[in-house]
């Protein structure tokens, strides 16, 4: 795959879209046997995990509801700032309720620790986190998803939901940015 024939931008695509069909129909198919038997909770953390969230959705065969949380600890920046903030709230009580948190990618782990609290002091019956990606490398703090899609390396990435300043989330694919993309954008 050329990645210049589909964005001039892309430096490198890490996951094409049949490998992201793939393992979404694979995390379908063990939370689903995990969660035989009762509902499931999902909650999509915005904006990132959106498609990703539609995707997983689709496969998942225990009965759902679906909320959205937006937290943000980004802006506008390619690196974590590391204060985490609700930016909007869930809609639905999670009060005794089996919750799947679908995340884009969890780096520092801030977030996603943020998040375990956050639900966990709200009653939930059990909380278990699906991240598109991991990247290990970027951990601040400890923190680990019950199920992930990919693991990648340390670099800003981009495609199936994730952005660059609200673009490039449209893009079937995983991707890297070309560096002087987002260094001339950072200053």
């Known amino acids: 795959m050329d990645p210049t024939a589909l964005h001039p931008d892309i430096e490198a695509v890490l996951i094409a879209p049949e490998q992201i069909r793939a393992r979404v129909q694979e995390l379908g198919a063990e939370i689903s046997r995990r969660h035989a038997g009762h509902s499931l909770h999902v909650v999509g953390v915005l904006r990132g995990a959106a498609i990703f969230m539609a995707d997983l959705l689709r496969e998942l065969t225990v009965p759902t509801t679906m909320d959205f949380i937006a937290i943000s600890s980004y802006g506008n920046r390619t690196r974590s700032s590391g204060i985490v903030r609700i930016v909007k709230d869930l ?16 780096d520092t782990g801030l977030t996603l620790n943020y998040l375990r609290e956050l639900l966990g002091d709200r009653g939930v019956a059990s909380l278990e986190v699906c991240a598109l990606l991991d990247k290990p490398s970027a951990r601040k703090v400890e923190a680990t998803a019950n199920y992930v899609g990919f693991t990648v390396p340390e670099s ?10 609200q673009n490039y989330r449209g893009l079937p694919y995983i991707a890297t940015l070309r560096p002087e993309i987002y260094e001339m954008r950072e200053e």
């Not at 809609?91 to 969890?106: F, M, N, P, S, Y």
């Not at 800003?156 to 300043?165: E, K, M, N, P, S």
Request: aromatic fraction near 12%; charged fraction near 30%.
């Open 156 to 165: 800003f990435v981009v495609g199936y939901g994730l952005d660059f300043r």
């Open 91 to 106: 809609e639905d009580t999670v009060e005794g309720r089996h919750v799947l948190v679908v995340e884009d990618v969890v």
